[in-house]
Every structure is written in structure tokens, then in C-alpha cells.
């Protein structure tokens, strides 16, 4: 699996004036040896003569030598600027080294604390991030020496990969209101890009879908067309013995993974399989069957015909907010359902493309992420659509929780047709100021980024979208 990493350029002005000190530094030990060369008398005063001459020049190599090796080494070290973030840790420019105790690679499980320090109320640019380390030392990024997005890249690093960490919410907020602000201005956030990056992680396998015509289960199912398509799965639009039109959902398990892994993968499967086909909610697609064939595994889902979500609002506009919290309220129950079965059957992948609006006009899942954490964390093939992602399932640690926050990010995007920042914390009031502040506060608890602070479950939280909806009917 590829890593994520990128570097940032940092030189703060401390780092400017010993470059430039050690830059002048350095050309005056060059120039002290020849100048002794050529004017003996400021030599050794040592000899007489040719021997005199002698002496000057050997002393002043003999002791310029090495200092204009130091010197070098001291400007070469000063003109380190490299500051990298990986998924292992942090790796600091070399003139830092000395806060750092001389350790200039830092793992994130060493990370002990982090805070902004500086004036309340001010620019972020006009603050310090202070990383203390566990192992020792400290340092203290100065962020008026960086731009907007490095700032952002950063933050979200932290965020992502300093898991343990502890008091973060100043920084995830931080980081949700540069993103924001990025977003505005028209600058493409480093989460977009980090998007990006995992877009293509995720997606580029050796999968190859089926095709229109192709036939399955003694030419019993034929695919019509292929609804989606993503990392190691497919869904397809097909036909069962020429007449009943189904849904047929996709899995496979890469050839070249550990037989192992392979074994438990295909086991989870028969398992989830079974635990779907016992599911029965008149608003999540039916399960008819479970089938291998040419080492794919299959689900043949009931087919609901209709809009999803994300087509609704992209040919409509965003709803109104009686109507997005009807739609979330309808989510709610749905989870509340599924998350009560034993064990707990978490979505992974509830987004506004697997939600659709029946001809009664009612909300139906279509499709589950599938319960394969253990295949995704075995083969980097992430489930779900990244802004919808809730940041411990993005580490492959999913919890019921976790559904929450798409759920939060599904309402999100049903207000303002627009999809949520990644990992962080959404406020439809940001992208269309007429949200009301009540809403957007519920749909900020819906999508804390910590467990702790979020919504714990789904009925609490149909609990609150039901007074939220008596309240805007009140006031209407």
C-alpha cells in the first residue's frame, strides 16, 4: 500500500539569520588561509625568511581547514528546510534537531500534546503549533512561515495519524475552518488532494467488472448495465430469467493476497451474507441470494426504482430543511434497526448514492458497504466515499458510531448540495447561511469527529431530529 506523505517547506527567521551568519561566516574562513598565504606577517609569527613564509601558510591551513569544513556542514544543515509528514510520523528540518534532543525523526505514537498558542480570536497565521514529545524535547512551528494549505496538511496529519492523542477539537476545528476558507477562496484544500490521493489508492486493482450481456448462474442472470463501480466491488442493474429486474452487488478478493487472508475474507463474506438475508425493514433492499461464481462473490438485491439522493438534489437543489430532516429522521430509523441486530450490523458506506426516493416518496438503502474490514485493512481497499468517512473508520476501526457521522454527512450535503469537508466536523450554516443555527448545531453533533463528543446512537438521534422537525413546523 502506498504511504501518504508529503513536505512542506519551513524557514522562520531565526533559520534565515544563521544561514545568512553562517553563508559570511563561511566565506571568511575560506578567504583567511589565502589571505595569509599572500601576506606572510599576519601569519604565525615563527622563522625568519622563507622559513616564515612557510609557517604562515601551513597554520593557516592547518587551522582553516577544518573550519571551513564545519562551516559548510553549518550552512548545509541551516539550508535544510524540509519538514515531512508520513504516515509514520514527522521528520524536522536538521537546524531543528537540537530542540528535538537530536532526534530529528519523530513517530506520532510520540506525540504527548499539541496546541496553538497565541491571541484568541486572531488568524491562525499569527499563532505557533507547540508539538511536545513524550521521548523529549519540543518545538514550536511558527505558522506565519507557512501558507494556508501547508498549515492545513499539518493539522489534518495530526488529526488523522496522531489517533491517541488527546484535547484535539481546537486543532480539528482549526483545520475544518482552513479548509473552509480554502474552499472559498478557490484554492484546492490539502484534504481534496488527500482525497484524491486515496481515490486512487483504493481504486486502482486488477477488478475488472462484468460487461452488458454478460451471463451469470447458468444464464439465469444477465447484466444489463453497471450502476457503480469502486475499489474491489461493482453493482450491476440485471435480469432474472428474462423477466424480474434485481440488483446485483460484487465482491472479489484479490488473487494475490495471503491464502490466509484470503480464507478469513471469503469467510466474512459467507457471514454477511447470511446476516443481511435475515435482515427484513420495508426501507432496506431485500437480500434474495448469496452465490460464488469464477471466485467472485455475489449479492442479488432487491431492485428499487427511484432517484437517489445526491441525483435529487443535483436536478432539484438542495432541500428545504423540513424536508432534509423528514429524509434524516427516515435515516435514523433505518440505522436504529440495523445497528440492533446481533451482532450490530454497521453500514460503512451510507451516502447519498446508495439512498434512494421510492415512488411513495420514501427513503430506501440500496446497497451496504459491506462488513470486509478485515479485507480492507489486509489489502488498503477503503470502503465508502471519503467525505462521508468518519475518521476512526478511516484508521479501520468502524463502530456503530461510525454511521452516524455519514449520516450527519448525508444531511449535510441534502441542505446544500455540497459535499462535507473530509474528517472533520460539518456545518451546513457555513456553505448556505439561511440553515438555521439549530440544525447546524445537530448536524455539528452528528459528525464530531471524536466518538465521545458525537451523537452515541441512532435514536438519540431520531430522538432529536423528531424535535427539531416539531420545532420548524411550530415556527412555520
Not at 476512526?392 to 458510531?401: D, L, N, S, V, Y
Request: proline letters at 4%; aromatic letters at 8%; a neutral charge.
Amino acid at each position: 500500500m502506498a504511504t501518504l506523505e508529503v513536505t512542506i517547506r519551513y524557514r522562520p527567521p531565526v533559520a534565515r539569520f544563521a544561514l545568512g551568519f553562517l553563508t559570511v561566516f563561511s566565506l571568511l574562513i575560506i578567504v583567511l588561509p589565502l589571505v595569509c598565504a599572500l601576506f606572510p606577517a599576519i601569519g604565525l609569527n615563527l622563522g625568519s625568511g622563507d622559513s616564515r613564509y612557510f609557517y604562515a601558510l601551513f597554520g593557516s591551513f592547518a587551522g582553516g581547514v577544518p573550519l571551513i569544513v564545519l562551516g559548510l556542514a553549518m550552512r548545509q544543515a541551516a539550508n535544510d528546510t524540509k519538514l515531512v509528514l508520513s504516515q509514520q510520523g514527522v521528520c524536522f528540518p536538521t537546524f531543528l534537531a537540537l530542540l528535538l534532543w537530536g532526534r530529528r525523526n519523530r513517530p506520532w505514537y510520540d506525540l504527548r500534546g499539541v496546541e496553538l498558542v497565541g491571541p484568541d480570536n486572531v488568524d491562525v497565521r499569527r499563532k505557533s503549533l507547540r508539538l511536545r514529545y513524550s521521548s523529549g524535547g519540543s518545538i514550536s512551528l511558527r505558522l506565519a512561515d507557512l501558507q494556508l494549505t501547508e498549515i492545513e496538511q499539518i493539522l489534518l496529519a495530526i488529526e488523522t495519524f496522531a489517533s491517541g492523542l488527546r484535547d484535539s477539537a481546537g486543532l480539528i476545528e482549526t483545520k475544518r475552518e482552513l479548509g473552509e476558507k480554502l474552499r472559498i477562496e478557490g484554492i484546492k484544500s490539502y484534504t481534496n488532494l488527500w482525497e484524491d490521493e486515496l481515490r486512487y489508492r483504493y481504486s486502482s486493482t486488477t477488478f475488472i467488472p462484468l460487461a452488458p450481456n454478460q451471463k451469470l448462474q447458468n444464464d439465469q442472470l444477465k447484466v444489463i448495465r453497471q450502476l457503480g463501480f469502486g475499489g474491489l466491488s461493482a453493482i450491476y442493474l440485471v435480469q432474472q430469467s428474462g423477466r424480474d429486474l434485481l440488483v446485483l452487488k460484487e465482491s472479489t478478493v484479490p488473487g494475490d493476497v495471503d491464502p490466509e487472508v484470503k480464507e478469513k475474507a471469503i469467510e466474512m463474506f459467507d457471514r454477511e451474507a447470511h446476516i443481511l438475508a435475515k435482515l427484513n425493514h420495508p426501507q432496506i433492499a431485500k437480500v434474495h441470494d448469496h452465490f460464488v461464481e469464477n471466485g467472485r462473490h455475489y449479492l442479488l438485491l432487491q431492485y428499487v426504482h427511484g432517484q437517489d439522493l445526491r441525483q435529487f438534489v443535483k436536478e432539484k437543489g438542495p432541500m428545504s430543511e423540513q424536508a432534509a430532516i423528514d429524509c434524516a429522521i427516515q435515516m435514523a430509523d433505518i440505522l436504529a434497526y440495523l445497528h440492533e441486530q446481533s451482532p450490530a450490523v454497521i453500514h460503512r458506506d451510507l451516502t447519498p448514492e446508495n439512498l434512494v426516493i421510492n415512488d411513495k416518496g420514501k427513503i430506501v438503502l440500496i446497497d451496504f458497504g459491506a462488513a470486509n474490514e478485515f479485507l480492507q485493512t489486509a489489502t488498503g481497499t477503503l470502503v465508502g466515499k471519503h467525505a462521508y468517512i468518519a475518521p476512526e473508520q478511516f484508521r479501520g476501526k468502524a463502530t456503530t458510531g461510525s454511521d452516524i457521522y455519514s449520516m450527519g454527512g448525508t444531511l449535510h450535503f441534502l441542505l446544500t448540495g455540497i459535499d462535507p469537508v473530509a474528517l472533520s466536523s460539518s456545518s451546513p450554516r457555513k456553505c448556505d447561511p439561511a440553515v438555521s443555527a439549530e440544525l447546524d448545531e445537530l448536524v455539528s453533533k452528528l459528525t464530531k469527529t471524536a466518538i465521545k463528543d458525537r451523537i452515541q446512537t441512532a435514536e438519540e438521534a431520531g430522538v432529536a431530529l423528531r424535535a427539531l422537525a416539531m420545532a420548524t413546523k411550530g415556527s412555520a
